[in-house]
């Protein structure tokens, strides 16, 4: 399910909040075991494609959230912050 998103990270720079259709998620970022770009994601066998424009989030549950951006400078960007 695709949809907008506006993420940051807290004052601290120890958790990563999302917010999207008016729903909010803070994650700890001791709970991310890793932030995967493209080809490494395929490994994680999401289940639908990834491509040079995607970032996975593989958390410590097993749960992964995949972000999709405009191009691949953005997505690159991201990983970097991450």
């Known amino acids: 399910n695709l949809c907008d998103a506006v993420c940051s990270l807290s004052r601290g720079h120890d958790e990563f909040r999302m917010r999207w259709e008016q729903r ?3 994650i700890p970022l001791r709970d991310m075991l890793s932030v995967r770009m493209g080809a ?4 994680l066998r999401l289940g639908f494609p990834v491509d040079e424009r995607c970032t996975t989030i593989e958390l410590q549950s097993g749960e992964c959230i995949t972000f999709k951006f405009g191009h691949v400078e953005a997505c690159e960007r991201f990983v970097l912050c991450m």
């Open 40 to 43: 490494e994601a395929k490994k």
């Open 24 to 26: 909010e998620r803070t």
